[in-house]
Nanobody, 118 residues
């Protein structure tokens, strides 16, 4: 089965930047979308950025203009470039695949911590 592994999290000051990576291993017949979610401490998980199979993207209003989602098919990797980070961006970030595979519609990474503070 497919596994997703995130990396690139860490601590940064407000206004700084980070790039998260999500590497996929295994085989998936079809991917409908590749997504980044985040979950702040004590809050519910929210969708941050989405890359749809046709190439279009969607962003949460709170990150639009600051975050960019992208993918590299040759490396089986997707990225989240985060610029102009704010304290309210502090959360655990998860990569996610929405697939067409019965019994494995949703594939989640383990999460990576992003902390933005002065």
């Amino acid at each position: 089965q497919v596994q997703l592994v995130e990396s690139g999290g860490g601590s940064v000051q407000p206004g700084g930047s980070l790039r998260l990576s999500c590497v996929a291993s295994g085989s998936i017949f079809s991917i409908n979308s590749m997504d980044w979610y985040r979950q702040a401490r004590g809050n519910e998980r929210e969708l941050v950025a989405q890359l749809i199979a046709g190439g279009s993207t969607n962003y949460a209003d709170s990150v639009k203009g600051r975050f960019t989602i992208s993918g590299d098919n040759a490396k089986n990797t997707m990225y989240l470039q985060m610029n102009s980070l704010k304290p309210e961006d502090t959360a655990v970030y998860y990569c996610h695949y929405f697939t067409a595979t019965v019994g494995a519609r949703h594939i989640w990474g383990q999460g990576t911590q992003v902390t933005v503070s002065s």
